[in-house]
């Protein structure tokens, strides 16, 4: 790890902590999985809104598994994709069950194996549920950690393998938590808040020598 990383990641420590926080709520690890299918193209706030109702309708797997496609549509609505994303739901529940006995697998392999689960929800799971160390590619991660030099990748698997080479493991998780709250606050897509920005100095941003002067 250069020096300059380590001052980054020092510096997010300072400002957001190191606490693992996940912004969906859940109770389970099934919970989390069906939330973050929901989260594409989402934003977690909406889907906290429409879980709170959704998981007390289908408080089981199996619920979701014998669910009406035209219902649970319906229900999901709101959160844009709605035909993909309940027909995903319901097979992802479906195999759920049938191959693993109702239990959310751990390996990224099998993760991936389930209907509307890529790379990024399965290391969703693998951080907040098992632990283990994961880089999730969200949009804030993708277009921060190009400002910030840690890549010049545009697809999120890419991405995520020179942040597996740039980050020391114990961030791993931990840096996607910081940088979601560092995009939401200060470093919006359009028009970042470079002036308050705690990391300006280290970022090598085009927008942020603009806004040196």
Known sequence: MTKRTKEILDRLDQAYGTEYVCYLNHENAWQLLIAVILSAQCTDARVNIVTKDLFKKYDS?????????????????????????????????????LEYQGEVPRTLEELTGLAGVGRKTANVIRGNIYNDPSIVVDTHVKRISKRLGFTKETDP?????????????????????????????????RAPKCADCFLQDLCKSGDNTTRKK
């Open 61 to 97: 797997l199996e619920k979701f598994a014998n669910a009406d496609l035209e219902e649970l549509e319906s229900d999901i609505r709101s959160t844009g994709f709605y035909h993909n994303k309940a027909k995903n739901i319901i097979a992802c529940a479906k195999k759920l069950i």
């Open 157 to 189: 698997e890419k991405i995520e393998y020179d942040l597996m080479r740039v980050l020391p493991k114990d961030h791993w998780i931990l840096y996607n938590i910081q940088i979601i709250t560092f995009g939401r606050n200060i470093c919006f897509a």
